[in-house]
């Protein structure tokens, strides 16, 4: 296994590759599609310029790597590796990624990580992690079990950022400037799945973006979002079922979304619609340069 180091959107696109690698192996192991990545490269970070880590096969493919995210009021560590990985591999992943997170100047860092994953865990312990707080649900829905369309209120319409381009992306306030740029840059990002709901005053309501890729047939709900003054008005519905159909009509098979466990709102309307949850994850951490014990 050869180890390397990749920078901007070139770790970018090798960490695509991995991830579609790891879902074409397995329908629901890994927590990350390649479109989740590609979703946190809407905003400028300062490990946008940080030497990720990654290991190769003989034959030039990735086969696992450690990647560093900052998100402002911490530094997320993601390890991602083959779903068929060793005890011993994803140990060793871990203590490189960590070691190098370290002589990247970072001190504390936290990492997701699969309750169902002991290995994982067991390893994070050892090293003197612990869980700081509840992660994600993840749940999936069969593209072949979706729901119908929901109906729109009267007093808005849904419009897609293909159709939109004349006035500033919708995702502005939240994404920053750059958001739609930075969108631009990724593979999977289509304008005709970025989906907007605009009201009589053509401010945006609702917005929801979803994901297609076209290489595992699987489709990502990333984000969705329902501005206070227009909520309990069924928008999220509307555009989280347009959405789903619009997957489903691109050639997705499963569809994925996450939520916050405590979020009853968010795991009301996504079970509603047909999604099953199939994890939860815990937020651990710890120091970067622990040694194992």
């Known amino acids: 296994m050869?180890?390397?180091?990749?920078v901007g959107v070139h770790y970018l696109e090798v960490a695509t590759a991995?991830?579609?690698?790891?879902?074409?192996?397995?329908?629901t192991r890994?927590?990350?599609?390649a479109a989740d990545?590609?979703?946190w490269w809407r905003t400028p970070r300062s490990t946008d310029n940080l030497r990720q880590l990654f290991w190769f096969d003989h034959l030039g493919r990735p086969e696992a790597a450690v990647i560093a995210t900052d998100w402002g009021n911490r530094i997320a560590l993601d390890p991602i590796v083959m779903p068929e990985a060793t005890p011993d591999w994803v140990a060793h992943v871990i203590e490189r990624g960590l070691a190098h997170a370290s002589d990247s100047g970072f001190g504390t860092v936290e990492l997701e990580v699969d309750r169902a994953d002991d290995v994982l865990r067991e390893v994070l312990v050892g090293h003197g992690f612990a869980i700081k707080e509840d992660g994600l649900?993840?749940?999936w829905l069969v593209a072949d079990a979706r729901p119908e369309i929901s109906p729109l209120h009267e007093d808005y319409r849904l419009s897609r950022r293909l159709d939109t381009m004349g006035r500033p992306h919708h995702m502005i306030k939240r994404g920053g400037a750059d958001v739609e740029q930075r969108l631009l840059q990724t593979s999977l990002y289509r304008s005709d799945l970025d989906?907007?709901?605009?009201?009589?005053?053509?401010?945006s309501a609702a917005h929801g973006l979803f994901w297609y890729d076209p290489e595992t047939a699987t489709g990502l709900v990333e984000p969705l979002r329902t501005e206070v003054d227009h909520q309990r008005r069924g928008l999220a519905r509307h555009v989280l079922t347009t959405g789903i159909d619009l997957l489903a009509e691109a050639g997705a098979l499963r569809i994925k979304i996450c939520f916050e466990p405590d979020n009853s709102a968010s795991r009301g309307l996504y079970l509603s619609v047909g999604f099953e949850p199939v994890k939860q994850t815990d937020v651990f951490s710890g120091r970067a340069g622990a040694r194992a014990s």
């Open 18 to 27: 991995l991830l579609r690698r790891v879902r074409s192996a397995h329908a």
């Open 137 to 139: 649900v993840e749940s």
């Open 37 to 39: 990545l590609q979703w």
């Open 30 to 33: 890994g927590l990350y599609e």
């Open 2 to 6: 050869r180890e390397e180091h990749r």
């Open 195 to 203: 989906l907007v709901i605009l009201d009589r005053d053509d401010n």
